[in-house]
């Protein structure tokens, strides 16, 4: 059973800046891709960023440029770098964790591909 915990939420000003992290565990697997994802009330959870073990990343339209996934193979972790942060950027954020791992665009785009999810972080962007 693959457990992933994410840490590193909270509350911040427009423009300023959070990381979020996560740590897998439980897999046998070695090929494996990660993701965050991130959902609010009333719509339905969508894909942030996703990135493959070899390092291929992919971005949502809305934080390109703002938000860094980076994963650390030896370690089982994914972080996510966020960037001048936006009030519509406020949700949960969840870590995803799929296996065989699809191309890292599929994953972002579906909840369908992902097989194990974190209970999720609150980010919170507010004056």
């Known amino acids: 059973q693959v457990q992933l915990v994410e840490s590193g939420g909270g509350s911040v000003q427009p423009g300023g800046s959070l990381t979020l992290s996560c740590e897998a565990s439980?897999?046998?697997?070695?090929?494996?891709?990660l993701g965050w994802f991130r959902q609010v009330p009333g719509k339905e959870r969508e894909g942030v960023a996703c990135i493959s073990h070899g390092g291929t990343t992919h971005y949502a339209d809305s934080v390109k440029g703002r938000f860094t996934i980076v994963r650390d193979n030896a370690k089982s972790t994914v972080d996510l770098h966020m960037n001048s942060l936006k009030s519509e950027d406020s949700a949960v954020y969840y870590c995803?964790?799929?296996?065989?791992?699809?191309?890292?665009?599929?994953?972002?785009?579906?909840?369908?591909?992902?097989?194990?999810w974190g209970l999720g972080t609150r980010v919170t962007v507010s004056s």
């Open positions: 995803a964790w799929s296996s065989p791992p699809p191309l890292v665009q599929q994953m972002c785009s579906s909840r369908s591909y992902v097989n194990y």
């Open positions: 439980g897999f046998s697997r070695s090929a494996y891709a």
